[in-house]
């Protein structure tokens, strides 16, 4: 059973940053694909960035410029560096590893304040 473990996230005014990262409870295992997701209020859930295991990355148009997604393979974990937050990226954020199956993070908060 592999368990991801989401930290970071909180409250921050607009233009401000915050960083996530997610590690998976197990090295067992090396995912060809780590990400984020993210969900607002109201709203479905929604891509933010993907990263392949050599480093190929997607990012929402939403989020391209501002938003960076990283991974340390050797310690199976995934990281979101977010600057200048709009208060439109107000969500809980979901990290998602895939191997054969999709692996969910518990979700973290993000708020960001006008």
């Known amino acids: 059973q592999v368990q991801l473990v989401e930290s970071g996230g909180g409250l921050v005014q607009a233009g401000g940053s915050l960083s996530l990262s997610c590690a998976a409870s197990t090295n067992r295992f090396s995912f060809p694909l780590m990400g984020w997701y993210r969900q607002a209020p109201g709203k479905e859930r929604e891509l933010v960035s993907t990263?392949?295991?050599?480093?190929?990355?997607n990012y929402a148009d939403s989020v391209k410029g501002r938003f960076t997604i990283s991974r340390d393979n050797a310690k199976n974990t995934v990281y979101l560096q977010m600057n200048a937050l709009k208060p439109e990226d107000t969500a809980v954020y979901y990290c998602n590893f895939r191997l054969v199956n999709d692996y969910w993070g518990q979700g973290t908060q993000v708020t960001v304040s006008s």
């Open positions: 990263i392949t295991r050599n480093g190929n990355t």
